[in-house]
């Protein structure tokens, strides 16, 4: 895809800029009660081995069944990626031999997968730009178990809990050009499949998961030779990893060398990524077509009828919200960035001003929640309370300084409030006559200050402040401010 380069994303090497090109194969484990082939719950953090069927340790003579509901889950994701659904697909034997692998082949798809060419549109926050990034293929396939190296001198473990457990890999055209796209790629996606309800995205947990394959090239020229970093279980760990990754590239190719094509492995603790295995020493898997599982088929009516039920996706709900709240593409597509965000949202815009509703939820309660580790599932200020702060200050009750203060008396001590502000005392003077009075005793002690500000109207600012710090920040600033003029001769 020789799209112009955009000189920013390039990196000055020794020799003169280089563009990275990056491909990416995200594997996302499908939200469902059972493994892709077996009855076996997929439940995170039971004792090791205790979610293993006869199938899953490949005990002689058990076969495969192929769960519904991670079909319908790899179907609603396709849907969700605005992609191609094949109604006929077929699983295929990945033979590979290692200890956590018990069948000696993982069962995946391989020349007809369940979804075909899709796309995701990714907003990139660094740069302000939206890419297209075009999607290949989605697959289902199977986990692998995991092995353990650390809990025996001499020995390793094999927990084959995870073995079975169905995923879906989403592979990417080679369309992005930076770590900050990669990262806002993987970011979107993992939205998407949230909004889904298809993978909870949890990747702490390893249910997202990204191989990245990274090259670098002169700009325009074909691609090079790239290199897959495998696992990479963290989106601030993939765009290091890019980044060291590309700059290891150039200084080789810089130098007169050439890159051999590899697995690699990203190390967080060093920053940097290493050898795993050459193309020389790269499995030929010797897929064959899985004898003991039909090919899968289902109708465009069974497609239609998933599609039907889809929720609103991302997309969708920031051109809405655009469009009925009249928000900003940037306020917009944070309040979308997560579901729960953007029902909290609309709970609180319902009735309301939304531009006023997105400020306080962007820029008090995420500051807020951000700054005590929380997310909006634990906020401690419910849409119900954000909503009378702003109805309260709509209603001239309180001024917008007041607001602030009450927001924090909400988020550490709850209650409601209305009452807080009968209770405290908390509403703004609005009697011009009381105003009137704290003006006057200022202007009375700053004679000085008073011919200042005739001369430079500009000091007016001095006065409010004053006066807001004589009144507990109560005054009514428009009232205020008529006051302030008239008693000063501005005009």
């Known amino acids: ?64 069944v192929i769960n519904e509901e991670c079909v319908r889950q790899a179907i609603r994701t396709g849907l969700g990626l605005k992609a191609q659904i094949n109604l006929r697909s077929t699983f295929d034997r990945k ?151 590309a700059r290891r590239q150039i200084a080789i190719l810089e130098d007169g060398g050439t890159i051999e094509q590899e697995t690699r492995l990203y190390d967080p603790g060093k920053g940097e990524t290493r050898s795993m295995r050459s193309k020389e020493e790269a499995h030929d898997y010797r897929y064959f077509p899985d004898p003991d599982l039909l090919p899968l088929e289902f109708d465009q009516a069974y497609v239609d009828e998933l599609a039907r039920h889809l929720p609103e996706l991302p997309d969708e709900k920031k051109a809405r919200f655009m469009a009925d709240y009249g928000l900003t593409p940037y306020d917009a597509g944070v309040l979308v960035a997560e579901r729960a965000s953007a029902d909290f949202f609309e709970e609180v815009a319902k009735g309301r001003d939304g531009k006023a509703a997105a400020n306080w939820i962007i820029n008090e309660l995420f500051g807020r929640l951000n700054k005590e580790g929380k997310d909006i599932s634990a906020s401690p200020v419910s849409a119900a309370q954000l909503g009378a702060i702003i109805d309260l200050i709509g209603e001239g009750v309180i001024s917008g300084k007041i607001a ?48 200042q500000a005739k001369a430079k109207p500009t000091l007016l600012g001095w006065f409010v402040g004053q006066t807001m710090k004589a009144t507990g920040g109560k005054a009514n600033p428009q009232a205020l401010n008529e006051i302030l003029k008239k008693k000063l001769g501005i005009e």
């Open 1 to 64: 895809m020789n799209a112009p380069v955009n000189p920013k994303k390039l990196i000055k090497g020794a020799t003169g800029d280089w563009e990275i090109v990056i491909g990416m194969e995200i594997h996302a484990q499908v939200t469902s009660q059972a493994k892709l082939f077996s009855g076996a719950s997929t439940a995170f953090g039971g004792d090791p081995n205790s979610h293993v069927s006869l199938v899953d340790a490949a005990m002689p003579g058990m076969l495969p």
């Open 95 to 245: 033979n590979y031999f290692y200890p956590d692998l018990p069948q000696g082949y993982q069962i995946s798809q391989y020349k007809s997968p369940i979804v075909g060419e899709g796309e995701v549109i990714v907003d990139v926050p660094e740069t302000g730009e939206t890419i297209t990034v075009r999607i290949e293929r989605l697959h289902l396939e199977q986990d692998a178990g995991k092995s353990i190296h650390d809990l025996h001198p001499t020995m390793s473990f094999v927990d084959l809990n995870r073995s079975g457990v169905a995923l879906m890999e989403i592979v990417s055209k080679p369309d992005l050009r930076s770590a900050d796209e990669a990262r806002a790629y993987v970011t979107k996606l993992r939205t998407i499949l949230r909004y889904l309800g298809t993978c909870d995205g949890d990747m702490e947990k390893g249910n997202l998961r990204a191989d990245v394959n990274v090259s670098v090239r002169r700009p325009g020229e074909e691609f090079g030779t790239r290199c897959e970093i495998k696992n990479v279980n963290s989106i601030r760990f993939i765009g290091q990893a890019i980044e060291y990754e």
């Open 404 to 451: 602030k203060d009450l927001f924090e008396i909400v988020f550490t001590e709850g209650g409601d409030p209305r009452e807080i502000v009968e209770k405290r005392g908390m509403k703004q003077v609005t009697d011009t006559g009381a105003i009137e009075k704290a003006v006057d005793e200022i202007i009375a002690a700053n004679p000085d200050k008073v011919e």
